[in-house]
């Protein structure tokens, strides 16, 4: 295990659950993204307040969502404002695979770059996570996208939804939740966690060796679901994971204790 996730008797209230899990974001609705956003909502994660520091302050959001007969397909947006929220600026599109989703997304700040964690299914691949990285500096019109992990599953074969991209003190991590079971993924899946060093970004801003796979202590494979997980980085390289487990939040503590990197 390079992880040591446990559970957490930590009873959160539902503030922080709002803050820090995917589970309650459905709860937001802000106001001002409504003249934005014809349908009011916006998906809003912990990390896409906090992470951009710039002004004017983002947020993302997943629209429009595919209308049979319509020809309307699913873009991750970004949105601005720069007076506290009270006004937001129209969408500007960050990622956009056409007739197919592009979704989940949760932003992050790291250094000069920009970073995008999304839910996609380019060629016949399923819906598995993906990184967009753009210039902090510039915008989405120079983003590109790219697979962070070393080893993926075949993703032909294998369910990856939900992702969402953190940062501790010396990584970079990532949360997804996966199936490879027969029937509907969402029903099985469980959650992952997979880091990457920091000092292992390309110039380019790129990552691809993420590595050291892993899940939740106690977890079993095809008898407990974890959804909608989320990170929370805490002190030095240690994190929370919250997810909702058949209907329950419940917090894992993790710690990162070796990333090793093969030779090549």
């Known amino acids: 295990m390079l992880f040591s996730m446990r559970r957490c008797r930590i009873n959160l209230p539902n503030r922080c659950c709002h803050l820090i899990s995917r589970v309650a974001r459905r709860a937001f609705e802000f106001e001002g993204l409504q003249a934005a956003n014809r349908k009011g909502r916006a998906a809003i994660t912990r990390k896409t307040t906090v992470a951009i520091k710039s002004d004017p302050v983002g947020l993302t959001d997943e629209s429009p969502y595919y209308r049979p007969g319509k020809g309307d397909w699913q873009n991750v947006s970004q949105f601005e404002t720069a007076d506290g929220g009270d006004t937001w600026s129209g969408p500007k599109i960050a990622s956009y695979t056409p007739k197919r989703r592009d979704g989940m997304p949760v932003v992050m700040d790291l250094g000069d770059w920009r970073y995008l964690a999304i839910e996609t299914n380019p060629g016949k691949t399923r819906l598995h996570p993906q990184i967009v990285k753009c210039p902090v500096d510039g915008g989405w019109d120079e983003a590109e996208r790219f697979e962070p992990l070393a080893e993926p599953p075949d993703?032909?074969?294998?369910?990856?939804?939900?992702?969402?991209?953190?940062?501790?003190?010396?990584?970079?991590?990532?949360?997804?939740?996966?199936?490879?079971?027969?029937?509907?993924?969402?029903?099985?899946?469980?959650?992952?966690?997979?880091?990457?060093?920091?000092?292992?970004?390309?110039?380019?801003?790129?990552?691809?060796?993420?590595?050291?796979?892993?899940?939740?202590?106690?977890?079993?494979?095809?008898?407990?679901?974890?959804?909608?997980?989320?990170?929370?980085?805490?002190?030095?390289?240690?994190?929370?994971?919250?997810?909702?487990?058949?209907?329950?939040?419940?917090?894992?503590?993790?710690?990162?204790?070796?990333?090793?990197?093969?030779?090549?």
Request: proline share 6%; hydrophobic share 35%; charged share 25%.
């Open 155 to 264: 993703w032909r074969k294998t369910y990856g939804g939900a992702p969402y991209i953190a940062a501790t003190e010396n990584y970079i991590l990532l949360s997804w939740q996966e199936s490879s079971l027969p029937g509907d993924p969402v029903a099985t899946s469980i959650a992952r966690v997979a880091a990457v060093p920091k000092k292992e970004i390309k110039p380019d801003g790129t990552f691809l060796t993420m590595r050291g796979v892993s899940t939740p202590q106690g977890v079993e494979i095809g008898k407990d679901r974890m959804l909608w997980n989320s990170l929370c980085p805490l002190d030095g390289d240690s994190f929370l994971l919250v997810a909702e487990c058949r209907g329950r939040i419940k917090v894992f503590q993790g710690e990162i204790k070796q990333i090793e990197r093969d030779e090549q």
